[in-house]
């Protein structure tokens, strides 16, 4: 399995929250910090319609047109679903449909209201 490859600005909580995902679920990755003033090597090969929001998590290990994943919530339930064999579930199982969705649904709350707040 090839190291991921996670875009980030270093001081930025939502980067924080896909590291701890990543090491927790202990999936190899490196870190390459965003150049918020020029390019940022590596970024040219994601597609140009790709959403510049941090943190962004470049997968060589997916073949499909989903290589890069961004924005922390949604990177967590990518890794959820492509590395599910994975001793650890960041969200709850999908026997619980509607309990997982509202967990899904407060996270993404919480990432555009309150996360706003604590920058």
């Known amino acids: 399995m090839e190291r991921l490859r996670l875009y980030q600005i ?3 909580h939502y980067c924080d929250k896909v ?3 990543l090491d927790l679920k202990e999936i190899p990755y490196e870190l390459i910090n965003y150049n918020l003033l020029g ?3 590596g970024l040219e090969r994601a597609p140009k319609t ?3 929001l941090m ?3 470049e997968d060589p290990n997916n073949k499909d047109d989903n ?3 961004y924005d922390s919530t949604p990177i967590l339930l990518y890794l959820d679903t492509q590395y599910p064999r994975s001793s650890i579930c960041l969200f709850p199982s999908s026997s619980s449909c ?3 969705q509202q967990v899904i649904n407060t996270c993404l709350q919480l990432d555009s209201e309150l996360g706003l707040y604590a920058r």
Request: charged fraction near 40%; charge should be positive.
């Open 55 to 57: 943190s962004i998590l």
């Open 19 to 21: 590291r701890w995902a």
């Open 98 to 100: 509607e309990q997982r």
């Open 39 to 41: 390019e940022t090597k």
């Open 50 to 52: 790709l959403r510049k």
């Open 10 to 12: 270093p001081w930025s």
């Open 67 to 69: 290589r890069f994943q």
